[in-house]
């Protein structure tokens, strides 16, 4: 993992930012547009996570212009727009992204990667699909979609904690949120926890699990799960130090 994508999941966003325009030149340099499309991501994700969908869409929208067709970088920050226009309501706006996302999926070169942060995960779903159908309240069919991803890229059953990648636990929040949709607090709850007991924790998954203390909040006030949830949120928010939780905007 790069230098640049270790600040941005760890929160320090300012040298996120300073190394997305250090590895810019050098892509521009080396005639590797590839690596402005990388760069772009890492800013629209973490204007995302800050709660600024639409300036995230629009980063993610301008990536594309200087990213090639049939790279890892093309597909994400299409689905990378996707999710944000979910975000803000915009689902004809989301649709055509979809579209853009599943384009450059179908045009991807057998050379990308299968594997780590800079690769297009070998299951039949775009990168966000399942976010954008929770932020559309498309409950049932974004649970279908997680449990499948979990099960199939992530066999839970045959690895062990501390070899899990990062995007495991926040792809079970996004299982949470659909169940908790459909109104099981129990169950989503019990994902979070599940969650929160992964490997590594880094500030997007945090994110993501402060959207569920406040779903399970909603979804069931009072109760011992809600009750139980936020408390193992606010315990690791703090031992990872993260700078307080704000709720500005719903994000996802």
Known sequence: MSARDLSHRSGDHAAAVVRCGDAERR??????????????LT???IAYYQGDPARSAS?????????????AASVKLAAQEMRCLAM???????????HRAAA?????????????????????DL??????????????????????????????SARPSADRPTNYARTLLILALAVAGLGDADEAAAHGAAALDAARMVWPTMVLAGKLASALDREAPGSAHAAGFRDRYLDAHARLALPAPRTPRETM
């Open 59 to 71: 980063i993610a929208r301008r990536g594309q212009v200087v990213t090639p067709m049939g790279s």
């Open 88 to 98: 803000l309501g915009d689902f004809a706006g989301m649709t055509d992204a979809r």
């Open 27 to 40: 892509g521009r340099d080396a005639g590797y547009p590839e690596l402005l499309g990388w760069s772009a």
């Open 43 to 45: 800013r629209a994700v």
């Open 104 to 124: 450059a999926l179908a045009a991807i070169r057998p050379d990308a990667s299968a594997g780590g942060i800079y690769s297009i995960p070998a299951d039949d």
């Open 127 to 156: 990168p966000y699909t399942a976010t954008s159908l929770v932020l559309a309240s498309h409950y049932a069919q974004a649970a279908e979609i997680t449990r499948r991803i979990i099960e199939g890229a992530h066999r839970p």
